[in-house]
């Protein structure tokens, strides 16, 4: 059964960082591709990166091109994105994703507030 496990989240201030961890058990985790997302408050869910099986590292929303990194270590069964520069924009749900032929599967979300 797959499990995702979001963990990292909190209060920061604007202009501090913070780094995301997922980890994933349940499936051959270096096989799979994964994404991270995030909902704020009234708003869709949005992709905010994706990291492929080898650790290369796309798709990044416009909003976090330049601040945001996604990677993943793969001896761990663990992705990760780590956030700096942060700004109240960024206050969100953040949710790791990955899917197979059949199924998408995520995580319970770990809450990320950028406040002073």
């Known amino acids: 059964q797959v499990h995702l496990v979001e963990s990292g989240g909190g209060l920061v201030q604007p202009g501090g960082s913070l780094r995301l961890s997922c980890v994933g058990t349940?499936?051959?985790?270096?096989?799979?591709?994964m994404r991270w997302y995030r909902q704020a408050p009234g708003k869709d869910r949005e992709l905010v990166c994706s990291?492929?099986?080898?650790?290369?590292?796309?798709n990044y929303a416009e909003s976090v091109k330049g601040r945001f990194t996604g990677s993943r270590d793969n001896t761990k069964n663990t992705l990760y994105l780590q956030m700096n520069s942060l700004e109240p924009e960024d206050t969100a749900v953040y949710y790791c994703?990955?899917?197979?032929?059949?199924?998408?599967?995520w995580g319970q979300g770990t809450q990320v507030t950028v406040s002073s």
């Open positions: 349940g499936f051959v985790f270096n096989r799979y591709g």
């Open positions: 994703h990955t899917w197979d032929r059949t199924e998408e599967y």
């Open positions: 990291v492929r099986s080898n650790g290369t590292s796309l």
